[in-house]
């Protein structure tokens, strides 16, 4: 059983909350209050302190990352190390699965342009994350590669994309992002990528599709734009500054 023995009420809201999306049972306590004798862990807030048995672990929750803490109970609790590793599907909307200790703990869908900021938030703190993303979407995976600051590994996504039943469209991207977490793959700090005629050419007919006079930017443009040099927003204002 975890028990919450906190006076901070942020971190009390903050945790309590997280257990009960995580459905997990709890119970909580003053905070100078005596365990329950069937604590098997305890949460607290910064700076506290509590008289526990040598066997329960105690974990410190922040104001600012309750689902951390909560996190780190779980794993404790599993006996894992809690290492934290993100799994991406590359693409305009990339799948983003957290695990942590092989548990899905968090997923996301998130424009490319966010892609490294949600990493960022869900490893910072975390124990020798690791970040797995596929090899598709070349141009936004390099894109997001160069982005993220943690130990990145570049995986064969093939058969990573789950069949969809009934009612599960909308779920591929995240579940490719969880396989693709579970897999190995190459160390990598960057990817050089030389866009190929159709993608220079897919990038073209996009900035058509966004003109407001519908013209496509040029070859050099669009190459900037493949390579992350230039939005297609800018591309098209530099297109227009042009004439």
């Known amino acids: 059983m975890i028990v919450v023995a906190t006076a901070d009420f942020e971190v009390y809201h903050g945790v309590v909350q997280a257990l009960r999306d995580r459905n997990v049972e709890f119970t909580t306590v003053d905070a100078d209050g005596p365990l329950p004798e069937r ?5 607290v807030g910064p700076g506290e302190a509590i008289e526990a048995p040598t066997d329960v672990p105690v974990v410190t929750a922040s104001p ?20 934290t590793v993100v799994g991406i599907d590359p693409g305009e909307k990339p799948g983003i699965a957290v695990l942590v200790d092989d548990i ?23 124990v020798d994350p690791l970040v797995r993303i596929g090899d598709g979407a070349r141009l936004v995976g390099a894109r997001i590669i160069d982005d993220i600051d943690a130990p990145v590994e570049l995986v064969d996504e ?6 969809l039943g009934s009612g599960a ?33 897919r990038i073209k007919d996009r900035s058509r599709e966004e003109s407001e006079t519908n013209r496509a930017i040029d070859e050099t443009l669009a190459r900037r734009v493949a390579v992350g040099d230039l939005s297609i927003e800018e591309a098209l204002a530099e297109h227009r500054e042009r004439e």
């Open 39 to 43: 604590a098997s862990l305890a949460i």
């Open 64 to 83: 600012e990352t309750p689902r951390r803490a909560v996190e780190d109970a779980l794993a404790r609790l599993r006996g894992g190390d809690g290492r």
């Open 104 to 126: 899905v703990v968090a997923a996301f869908q998130v424009p490319a342009a966010g892609a490294a900021e949600v990493v960022a938030r869900e490893v910072e703190d975390a």
């Open 158 to 163: 093939t058969g990573t994309t789950p069949y």
């Open 169 to 201: 469209r909308g779920m591929g991207d995240v579940l490719a992002a969880t396989n693709i977490a579970r897999m190995d793959g190459n160390p990598v700090e960057s990817r050089d990528i030389e866009p190929t005629a159709g993608e220079i050419q």
